[in-house]
Nanobody, 118 residues
């Protein structure tokens, strides 16, 4: 059974930075893509960034040039560096791991709250 555990998040002022981490673990699994979705209050859960083990990345326009995803293949761990955060980035961020990209039936992390407020 595969588990996805994420950490990071919290409260930050506008213009600040945060880093999220996400690790996939378990036996008999193969993860080739990891990424983050986010869901703001009253909104849908949308994919904002993803990366494959060969280094291919996808960014939503709303986070491009501010967020950077990276992955340590040996550790099955992805990192999301979020810079120049804005109030509209406030949401619950869910890590997802998948065999493929686009993600199909991803395995979800527990979610972490990111709040951008002065």
């Amino acid at each position: 059974q595969v588990q996805v555990m994420e950490s990071g998040g919290g409260l930050v002022q506008p213009g600040g930075s945060l880093r999220l981490s996400c690790t996939a673990s378990g036996s008999n699994f193969s993860i080739n893509a990891m990424g983050w979705y986010r869901q703001a209050s009253g909104s849908t859960n949308d994919l904002i960034v993803a990366i494959t083990k060969d280094g291919t990345t996808n960014y939503a326009d709303t986070v491009k040039d501010r967020f950077t995803i990276s992955m340590d293949n040996a550790k099955n761990t992805a990192y999301l560096q979020m810079n120049n955060l804005r109030p509209e980035d406030t949401a619950v961020y869910y890590c997802a791991a998948s065999l493929t990209l686009p993600m199909r039936s991803p395995i979800w992390g527990q979610g972490t709250q990111v709040t951008v407020s002065s």
